[in-house]
């Protein structure tokens, strides 16, 4: 059976998973019958995904389920619609799942609106639905948190049920104001803008009732509004309530992949790796949601371990993690009109602002120009909500130009002036610098050199090296001007950990460091890159780690693979940053919390490094030097308290004796990154 490892995230106050989307299928040939482009290949999985997805919920031992919609495949009005319902029940009855229903289209019909390919709600499928679950609109209590079901397909009509609910859930988010307030429906208020247009959509409720519920949602202070339907992830605001469109556990849809400018897979039918569901966890100051992938695996065909359950932006609050945007934060298109929408609408790529979110990266760095563009400083303004804090480059041939980044002071949290003629700041340089820090914004600074790299041309360098930041120190303190923060420039060429290590961090007039860790076209060295970054940086105080790019560079002079390829899923180094981060620096823990430990003679020359702190050991044993770190591990360590090892490219952990974790490790089963950890977790 499947479970969960919360070692490093901090304890709830309550926790409940949202899932959405199951379409239990009773027969996968259902459509090659009918000549349609949905082929049994497609198909043949969901119901299995399905199953495996509900055991993952049933392994987070949370007692609160909320499904917002779509049990089954099979539509109302439909030959097998009875069959495929009974199924749908039966799967949640077999999972041993208490879950509470939201209705689908797919459940009692579609919205009412003329264009929609489906019959749309009517009484008899209400009915059903009332028989199976009880009440399509509901609400139930826990402690000082209120959560709120409703049925969107009755929305904007004029069944006696669409007033009902209208006036009830008035009156019940009245009557629970002082209360934190959570709401579940199928369809999503919307996709990009409040205003885009609901009739003609298939995807989004209309108007009227989409600005009566979002200004419901403003005046109760409703903390976050759960919603499916699309199959694609879709991240809003709506003043301080967090609106979520959650994935499907079975499959994706075509249509909303004009976000990307590269084409899917199967048109968009099987981008498994976007498959999933929430957990929510609620504390007494914040609420974090995880996503928990779920990547098309079935009970056939999981990994073995327990899922590392990792800190989101708002558990990991002192996490050096960082990324540069080299691509903007997001791409928008004004879509296409395709079955079965009949008016073009918008769509937003907001996974690469949610992975941001999902793996605790606390700082991203972009061009200050991004905040002149509408739809980017809209969704870095997004990020900012989320805790990631901001850091907006300039280029600054003049002492002009540094005076000039003041003007967005205010959007962001640092400044990065590049000096683009001059290594060391000069006399109306460094007045420039004391005024932009007077503005409140912090401010980095960083060099920006051409260097002969022994290509055909020469090549641009950002940051300090080790030693140019003593010079920059002392001209700092000698002029009286404090830096936040310097950036240097990491070499890619060797051991990200030695040259991490290499820089002194005793500076008395520059606050923090930045590093800049550059990724190749290797997947592989990416992660051993980014997992030796950041175990440099656990012993680094006020460092920072930026993992450089956020996303893949291919169509460009030098091919790069970022944290996220180019539909915005997870490459490897995107895995073992959000497991590290969480491991190292979940629970308050911050750079600076560890020392770095010999490994002894035998793995110096070995890429294994060793971190410890006041609660034992971490120690990093890429692949190839697993076997010798093995032998040096059963002889360092002591005494029969079990040993941890997590393989952070898949998330996976196993707890167990020390000579069993290292036969793991040894056997190759714990990745190519093994890491094992001694002493409390």
């Known amino acids: 059976m499947p479970s969960f490892d919360r070692s490093d995230v901090p304890q709830a106050a309550l926790e409940f998973v949202v899932i959405a989307d199951t379409h239990h299928l009773v027969d996968p040939g259902m459509y090659s019958t009918k000549g349609d482009s949905v082929t049994p290949e497609i198909v043949r999985e969901w119901s299995d995904r399905g199953d495996w997805a509900l055991a993952l919920t049933k392994a987070t031992e949370t007692e609160l389920v909320f499904h917002v919609g779509d049990l089954a495949q099979e539509y109302p009005g439909s030959r097998f619609f009875d069959t495929g319902r009974r199924a749908a029940v039966a799967q949640f009855e077999e999972s041993g799942l208490e879950v509470n229903f939201a209705a ?4 009692i019909g579609d919205k009412p609106d003329p264009t929609v390919p489906a019959g749309w709600v009517e009484p008899g499928y209400l009915k059903r639905w009332d028989e199976d679950f009880g009440k399509s609109f509901y609400s139930r209590t826990e402690g000082d948190t209120h959560f709120v079901v409703l049925n969107s397909q009755i929305m904007n009509t004029t069944l006696p049920e669409g007033i009902e609910q209208r006036e009830w859930v008035e009156a019940d988010l009245a009557a629970h104001a002082s209360h934190r307030i959570f709401l579940f429906m199928h369809l ?4 990009v803008d409040e205003d885009e247009p609901g009739l003609g959509s298939y995807d989004v409720l209309g108007n009227p009732d989409r600005t009566w519920l979002l200004d419901l ?10 919603s499916g339907h699309t199959h694609f992830q879709v991240f809003n605001r709506a003043g301080g309530t967090r609106l979520y469109t959650l994935p499907s556990t079975t499959t994706t849809r075509p249509g909303f992949y004009e976000a990307f400018n590269v084409c899917p897979p199967d048109r968009g039918w099987l981008d498994t790796t976007k498959l999933g569901f929430f957990l929510v966890r609620v504390t007494d100051d914040a609420t974090s949601v995880h996503l928990i992938r779920t990547s098309g695996e079935t ?20 996490s050096p993690a960082a990324t540069y945007l080299r691509l903007p934060i997001t791409n928008q298109s004004d879509g296409a009109i395709s079955y079965p929408n009949h008016v073009r609408h918008r769509i937003r790529d907001d996974y690469p602002l949610l992975s941001c979110v999902e793996a605790g990266i606390r700082h991203v760095r972009f061009p200050i120009h991004d905040l002149d563009v509408s739809i980017q400083a809209g969704q870095l303004a997004v990020l900012r909500s989320e805790g990631v804090r901001l850091t907006a480059t300039v280029l600054c041939p003049r002492p002009a130009d540094i005076a000039a980044a003041a003007r967005k002071a205010s959007e962001t949290d640092f400044i990065e002036v590049q000096l683009t003629n001059r290594f060391l700041p000069e006399g109306e340089d460094l007045e420039a610098l004391a005024g932009l820090r007077e503005t409140g914004v912090g401010v980095a600074m960083a060099p920006l050199a051409l260097e002969d790299t ?8 950002t940051g300090f090296r080790p030693r140019e930041l003593p010079d920059l120190d002392d001209m700092l303190s000698e002029r009286g001007v404090y830096l936040d923060r310097a950036v240097c420039t990491v070499d890619d060429s060797g051991s990200v950990w030695n040259e991490v290590l290499a820089f002194d961090t005793r500076l008395g007039s520059v606050g923090g460091l930045d590093f800049l860790v550059p990724l190749g076209a290797d997947d592989e060295r990416n992660a051993l890159a980014a997992a030796e970054a950041l175990f440099a940086a656990a012993t680094m105080p006020g460092c920072r780690v930026y993992l450089d790019p956020l996303q893949d560079l291919d169509r460009v002079t030098k091919v790069v693979n970022g944290l996220l390829d180019r539909l915005s899923n997870p490459r490897p180094a995107f895995h073992v940053t959000r497991v590290l981060n969480t491991v190292l620096f979940g629970n308050g823990r911050r750079p600076g919390s560890y020392k770095p430990v010999d490994p002894g ?3 110096r020359e070995a890429r294994v490094r060793g971190v410890a702190d006041h609660r034992g050991e971490l120690w990093l044993a890429p692949d190839g030097d697993g076997t010798r770190a093995a032998e040096v591990l059963r002889h360092r360590v002591t005494g029969h308290a079990p040993v941890r090892l997590i393989d952070p490219v898949a998330g996976l952990s196993w707890v167990d004796s020390l000579p069993a974790v290292l036969d793991l490790m040894v056997s190759g089963d714990a990745g190519p990154l093994p890491i094992v950890q001694v002493g409390r977790f």
């Open 299 to 318: 009970h056939a065909n999981h990994p073995a371990g327990s899922r590392i359950l990792t800190g989101t932006t708002v558990d990991v609050p002192h």
């Open 601 to 603: 003679p035998s793995l």
């Open 454 to 461: 022994g290509k055909v041309h020469l090549r641009s360098r």
């Open 217 to 226: 949602c403003r005046r109760y202070d409703v903390e976050a509004l759960f």
């Open 188 to 191: 999503p208020p919307y996709l």
């Open 104 to 107: 689908g289209n797919m459940d």
